[in-house]
C-alpha cells in the first residue's frame, strides 16, 4: 500500500510543492473542506516556471485556481 498525500483546496502552490519535496513524491491529492478529492497537482504541473520568474506568481496561488487553470487547457 502506499501513502496517498493530500493538500486543501486552499493550499498554496509553494506549500504543495514543498510537501512534495519533502515527501519525496511527484503528486499531492488535492481535496476541499470535506475530504473530498477536487483534482491532483504533480511536480509537472509546475514545471512551467521558468528561471526568470515570469511565470514565478504561479507557485502563490492556491491549488483550486492551479487546478481550474489546468482544466480549462484540457
Known sequence: YKFVFTVSDH????DAL???VD??????????STGALV???S???VKGVDPHL???????QVTQSTN???NQLI
Do not use: E, P
Open 11 to 14: 493550499t498554496v502552490v509553494v
Open 54 to 60: 515570469r511565470n514565478f506568481w504561479r507557485f502563490f
Open 18 to 20: 514543498k510537501t512534495m
Open 39 to 41: 483534482g491532483n497537482l
Open 23 to 32: 515527501n519525496h513524491i511527484t503528486g499531492v491529492a488535492v481535496v476541499d
Open 68 to 70: 481550474q487553470s489546468i
Open 43 to 45: 511536480t509537472r504541473d
